[in-house]
């Protein structure tokens, strides 16, 4: 009797074990799940190999929340963008572009005209995203040394003039 009380319990513990192995099979190895943007455009830097997908930013409560893969983009002029992303990931080889680099955004062509390394606490937004008479895009990601949050000492600050 005490032989067929533990053969039911092995039983019991087998099949849950074994339940559990399928579930973590069916839900437990599913890739996250993206978040779906708006695509609104697409950023090619030919010199470093990247074609990225855009969607449009909204600034909330004084900022812009940069999206995981893909590049986010927000205006105050029509002329003038600025285009963010992580340095971890669709940003991660920004770091190679070069002054005259080409860079193909909203079926127009922009050449790099300038590069910096900003620390973060001088950086001002108003001045990053005030008028300009030219077509204008700024690019811009983490830089320097890593901090908590998954934040960094300085930007990699880029600008890119139309034509």
Known sequence: ???????NSRIIFV???VFAFIAYIIYGLQPARA????????????????????TALELKNGKLDTPDTIVGSYS?????TLLIGHSTTVFNRLNEVH???ELEYNNSVYHVVTIDLVPKPDISMTSLLK??????????????????????T??????????
């Open 1 to 7: 009797m005490k032989l067929k009380k533990h053969l």
């Open 15 to 17: 099949s849950l074990y």
């Open 35 to 54: 978040v779906n943007y708006d695509i609104s455009a697409t950023l090619n830097i030919p010199s470093i190999d990247l074609i990225a997908d855009v």
């Open 76 to 80: 105050r002029h029509n002329n003038k």
């Open 99 to 101: 002054l005259g680099d």
């Open 131 to 152: 008028f300009e008479k030219k077509d204008t895009l700024i690019l811009m990601t983490c830089a320097g040394e890593l901090l908590d949050g998954n934040d960094a």
């Open 154 to 163: 300085h930007r990699l600050i880029i600008k890119a003039v139309k034509g």
